[in-house]
């Protein structure tokens, strides 16, 4: 199965201490042993980073262990979809169309990722918002 995984289940599933670990997890496991099929927005490896940099856990997650634990498990194992500049103009106009305001956007930006290659399921621990953002894709959002 082709599944986007949001930022938010990547980081449960990289952090053994977050309180959804053993939700997300086996999801991340799932698609390293290529019994699915990973896609991650371009946008959520920047965010994974600055999140898994600032985590408030001890030890903390060093700039370099962040950096491997984002090669390991997402650019050697997933499809990382960027936008363009058109992309980014149809998010915005989706969002005013929609009245959407907000840190939603950054939900749009991965919602649009996923849209442009077909995935099957989004996998993320926010799925009110998700929904809300984009209610057409609502089939497809669940939670780990």
Same mark, same amino acid.
């Given at each position: 199965?082709?599944?986007?995984?949001?930022?938010?289940?990547?980081?449960?599933?990289?952090?053994?201490?977050?309180?959804?670990?053993?939700?997300?997890?086996?999801?991340?496991?799932?698609?390293?042993?290529?019994?699915?099929?990973?896609?991650?927005?371009?946008?959520?490896?920047?965010?994974?980073?600055?999140?898994?940099?600032?985590?408030?856990?001890?030890?903390?997650?060093?700039?370099? &262990? +962040?950096?491997? *634990?984002?090669?390991?498990?997402?650019?050697?194992?997933?499809? %990382? !979809?960027? =936008?363009?500049?058109? @992309?980014?103009?149809?998010?915005?106009?989706?969002?005013?169309?929609?009245?959407?305001?907000?840190?939603?956007?950054? &939900? +749009?930006?991965? *919602?649009?990722?996923?849209?442009?290659?077909?995935?099957?399921? %989004? !996998?993320? =621990?926010?799925?009110? @918002?998700?929904?809300?953002?984009?209610?057409?894709?609502?089939?497809?959002?669940?939670?780990?």
């Amino acid at each position: 199965m082709r599944i986007l995984l949001d930022t938010s289940v990547l980081v449960a599933g990289m952090v053994e201490s977050h309180p959804a670990h053993e939700r997300a997890f086996p999801r991340l496991q799932r698609v390293k042993a290529g019994e699915d099929s990973g896609v991650v927005a371009a946008h959520s490896v920047a965010e994974l980073y600055a999140i898994l940099t600032t985590l408030p856990i001890r030890p903390r997650v060093s700039p370099t &262990d +962040a950096r491997r *634990l984002i090669e390991r498990n997402v650019l050697d194992t997933c499809q %990382i !979809v960027p =936008l363009s500049d058109a @992309d980014y103009a149809d998010v915005i106009s989706h969002l005013a169309s929609t009245g959407v305001a907000g840190g939603a956007t950054y &939900d +749009a930006l991965i *919602l649009h990722a996923a849209t442009k290659v077909e995935v099957e399921e %989004i !996998v993320t =621990l926010n799925e009110r @918002d998700f929904r809300r953002v984009y209610p057409a894709l609502s089939d497809k959002i669940s939670a780990p």
